[in-house]
């Protein structure tokens, strides 16, 4: 199933009974969330972090899979932003499968994991992984997200 990304006039002519469209597991939120807040936070910090974000930094042409080993291989921490929309998504399943790769194979790379809300239960693999590793979780309370930033930086 794609995501929409851009609702036209035309977009749902055929769907004549629809009467509600959540669209809160929508990608597009979870890019916004990581781009606005989440690339200001750290790369404004101090030292500056960079983030490797798909749009600004992935090389034209070149294969999705490819730029994300490419960027994974190259980089010491990789940082999963979870979201129930993003653990449902193939890419999700394909980077932990490689993060797991690089972590056995070159022991350097460490993996982050943010969850930005509860990942269901129906996820195994992936809260097994939360069991093993440490985690942070996005406060709802915005007192409490300076310490989150403070964490993740």
């Given at each position: 199933m794609?995501?929409?990304?851009?609702?036209?006039?035309?977009?749902?002519?055929?769907?004549?009974?629809l009467e509600h469209l959540d669209?809160?597991?929508?990608?597009?939120?979870?890019?916004e969330w990581v781009e606005n807040q989440m690339a200001q936070e750290i790369e404004n910090a101090n030292p500056p972090l960079k983030l490797c974000l798909h749009k600004r930094d992935f090389v034209p042409g070149k294969g999705i899979i490819d730029n994300i080993i490419d960027f994974m291989e190259k980089r010491h921490n990789t940082l999963?932003?979870?979201s129930e929309y993003f653990v449902q998504s193939e890419w999700c399943k394909y980077e932990l499968e490689f993060s797991?790769?690089?972590l056995f194979d070159e022991n350097n790379n460490a993996t982050i994991l943010i969850l930005l809300e509860t990942v269901p239960k129906r996820f195994c693999k992936l809260r097994k992984l939360m069991i093993t590793k440490t985690y942070l979780k996005l406060p709802l309370d915005e007192e409490q997200q300076h310490m989150f930033w403070s964490n993740l930086r």
């Open positions: 794609r995501p929409i990304v851009t609702i036209e006039n035309d977009t749902f002519h055929s769907n004549i009974n669209l809160s597991y929508n990608s597009e939120r979870d890019s999963f932003v979870l797991h790769f690089c």
